[in-house]
C-alpha cells in the first residue's frame, strides 16, 4: 500500500524565518514519482516540484529547496527566508508509475508566515 | 496548454437532493482524469479515476458515482446526498507520461 505522512499539521513562523516541511512516503515500487502541491486560500492546487524515484539530486528553485532522500523514504521542503505570501496549505504527493497514475495526498501542512 | 474547467464553483444543496458535477479540460487527448474530494480542513482524497471513456475505478466506497461519457468530460453524480458528502471536490487531469496532475479549480459543495 502506498502513504504519504505530513506529521506536521501547522506551522508557524515569522517573517524571513526558514522553514521545513517534512514528508515520509511509504510504497513498494521501485519507480514512483514525488510532487509537491501548495494551496493557497483559494483553494486551487499549485504544482511545484516533481521528482522522479531515480533522481535523488536535491533542486533550488529561488527560495525553495527540496531534500529527497531514498534511505529514509523522505522527500522534505525548506522555505527560505519566509514571506506573508508563503502561507498556505502545502501537500506532499505520492504517484505510482502504473493503475492510472494515481496520486496519493499526504494530510497536507498549513503554513502562516506572520509579518 | 492544458486547462481543466469545472462548474459550479459553489453549490449548496438539501439533504437528498441529486447532485452532477461536470469537468471538461481542453488541450489534451485520452487524459487520465481525477476525482478527489477535500473535506474542511483536511487532505485531498481520491475518489475517482478514468483512463478512458467508459473506464471507472472507484477508490472508496461512498454515496457517489463518476462518468467518463466523453474524451474531455468527466461527471461526478450522487442521487441523494448526504451531510457528510460536503467538501471541496477537485478535477484533475494527467497526460500520456506520469507527469504532474493539473487541477481544476474546484467547487464548494455544502449539503444543507
Known amino acids: 500500500a502506498q502513504k504519504v505522512t505530513q506529521a506536521q499539521t501547522e506551522i508557524s513562523v515569522v517573517e524571513k524565518e526558514d522553514v521545513t516541511l517534512d514528508c515520509v512516503y511509504e510504497t513498494r515500487d521501485t519507480t514512483y514519482y514525488l510532487f509537491w502541491y501548495k494551496q493557497p486560500p483559494s483553494g486551487e492546487l499549485v504544482f511545484l516540484i516533481r521528482?522522479?524515484?531515480?533522481?535523488?539530486q536535491n533542486e533550488i528553485s529561488g527560495r525553495y529547496s527540496w531534500n529527497f532522500q531514498k534511505s529514509t523514504s523522505s522527500f522534505n521542503f525548506t522555505i527560505t527566508a519566509s514571506q506573508v505570501v508563503d502561507s498556505a496549505v502545502y501537500f506532499c504527493?505520492?504517484?505510482?508509475?502504473?493503475?492510472?497514475?494515481?496520486?496519493?495526498f499526504g494530510a497536507g501542512t498549513r503554513l502562516f508566515v506572520k509579518a | 496548454s492544458q486547462t481543466i474547467h469545472q462548474w459550479p464553483a459553489t453549490l449548496v444543496q438539501p439533504v437528498g437532493s441529486p447532485l452532477s458535477l461536470e469537468c471538461t479540460v481542453e488541450?489534451?487527448?485520452?487524459?487520465?482524469l481525477y476525482w478527489y474530494r477535500q473535506a474542511a480542513g483536511r487532505g485531498l482524497q481520491l475518489l475517482f479515476y478514468?483512463?478512458?471513456?467508459?473506464?471507472i475505478s472507484s477508490e472508496v466506497p461512498q454515496n457517489l458515482s463518476a462518468s467518463r461519457p466523453q474524451d474531455r468530460q468527466f461527471i461526478l453524480s450522487s442521487k441523494k446526498l448526504l451531510l457528510s458528502d460536503s467538501g471541496f471536490y477537485l478535477c484533475a487531469l494527467k497526460g500520456v507520461r506520469n507527469t504532474e496532475a493539473f487541477f481544476g479549480q474546484g467547487t464548494r459543495l455544502t449539503v444543507v
Open positions: 521528482r522522479n524515484s531515480f533522481d535523488e
Open positions: 488541450g489534451t487527448s485520452n487524459p487520465n
Open positions: 478514468s483512463v478512458g471513456i467508459g473506464q
Open positions: 504527493a505520492l504517484s505510482r508509475n502504473t493503475g492510472g497514475f494515481k496520486t496519493i
